[in-house]
């Protein structure tokens, strides 16, 4: 049995949907301000038809980046999280009136683009023999989730997972997800950390126990305000090296989103193998090894999986003080 594959990993680094539109209008500050009015589901001048029809626009973009991957014979594409997001739900400026239905109108927009988005992501896989990752907004039963979508070659979608911690500024309308899946795929079993997610060791452990051998970060920032630049980077890095899986982040392109950028293609030893450079748009591609057995240099093929062996001097009876601390502070403790 093979115990090593080289994959052909891209994250792409786009513009997002309010960064494409200002672009659209660079001496237009009525046209700008128009589309904010429209585009806010929080205020009361959202317009429902406007966000389906700037939404559908925005997907072609989109597709011109799947592409751009294929020609580039990439095997996965990794798009931004909340990459398509038609109308956000936001508080609206002092002088306009808020929208007094903004979460239903939300439940009922992303039920909408979440399915178009889900539609399209298994159309461009199976069209282009390319598996494709994203993170986007959809509802379902009522409820709202920031949900990551992972399309094989063809056309199936084998994994959807809902972010599980969900920063102060989600938490008020989305519901967290309670499961860390991964999926078995035509590269290898594949599993997500949005955003946040990757702020917590555990979630990538949790992920690397059920043999997750790459994973998904799709992300709209990843370093903390009192935090050098480049500690985000690094973060990604050791999140890799930590259980030996490789690592694909995507970010959308600073410019006028305030995204961080910097999408990037992590080895499973935590070096990086490709990184879009400077604030613009880009995509990184790379290529790195998809293992089933972590070696050491000098390993013979006949020395044990020294990942398994790391995994004997766990002490998971140890590790009950985190669970009890969590629970304390949500108030479901005994």
């Known amino acids: 049995m093979k115990t090593m594959k080289t994959v052909r990993l891209a994250a792409a680094q786009p513009l997002s949907a309010k960064a494409r539109r200002m672009r659209q209008l660079p001496n237009d500050p009525a046209g700008r301000r128009d589309h904010f009015l429209k585009y806010n589901l929080g205020a009361s001048t959202y317009d429902e038809t406007y966000v389906r029809q700037y939404g559908e626009s925005y997907l072609l973009y989109l597709e011109a980046w799947v592409k751009k991957a294929a020609a580039r014979n990439v095997e996965l594409l990794l798009f931004p999280e909340f990459c398509f997001v038609p109308g956000v739900l936001a508080s609206p400026a002092p002088e306009i009136a808020p929208n007094p239905h903004?979460?239903?109108?939300?439940?009922?927009?992303?039920?909408?683009?979440?399915?178009?988005?889900?539609?399209?992501?298994?159309?461009?896989?199976?069209?282009?023999?390319?598996?494709?990752?994203?993170?986007?907004?959809?509802?379902?039963?009522?409820?709202?989730?920031?949900?990551?979508?992972?399309?094989?070659?063809?056309?199936?979608?084998?994994?959807?997972?809902?972010?599980?911690?969900?920063?102060?500024?989600?938490?008020v309308h989305f519901t967290p997800g309670r499961t860390y899946d991964v999926a078995e795929t035509t590269i290898g079993r594949i599993g997500f950390a949005i955003c946040y997610d990757i702020q917590f060791p555990e979630a990538t452990a949790a992920l690397a126990v059920q043999g997750a051998q790459l994973v998904l970060h799709p992300s709209a920032g990843y370093t903390l305000p009192d935090e050098t630049r480049d500690m985000g980077r690094n973060r990604l890095r050791v999140r890799a090296s930590d259980h030996f899986s490789a690592l694909l982040y995507s970010s959308f392109a600073p410019l006028e989103s305030g995204g961080p950028g910097g999408s990037c293609v992590i080895a499973p030893n935590g070096d990086v193998r490709a990184a879009v450079p400077g604030s613009g748009t880009g995509m990184a591609v790379g290529e790195t090894t998809i293992q089933e057995k972590r070696k050491w240099p000098n390993d013979q093929e006949s020395a044990p999986d020294r990942e398994s062996v790391r995994r004997q001097?766990?002490?998971?009876?140890?590790?009950?003080?985190?669970?009890?601390?969590?629970?304390e502070k949500t108030g479901t403790g005994e």
Do not use: C
């Open 102 to 171: 903004a979460v239903k109108d939300a439940v009922h927009l992303y039920a909408w683009s979440g399915r178009l988005f889900a539609e399209s992501l298994a159309r461009w896989s199976r069209e282009h023999r390319l598996l494709i990752g994203a993170a986007t907004l959809m509802s379902r039963g009522g409820r709202l989730y920031n949900t990551g979508l992972l399309a094989d070659v063809d056309g199936t979608l084998v994994l959807q997972y809902d972010k599980i911690h969900l920063p102060s500024d989600e938490a």
């Open 313 to 327: 001097y766990r002490r998971p009876e140890t590790y009950h003080v985190l669970a009890k601390r969590s629970a």
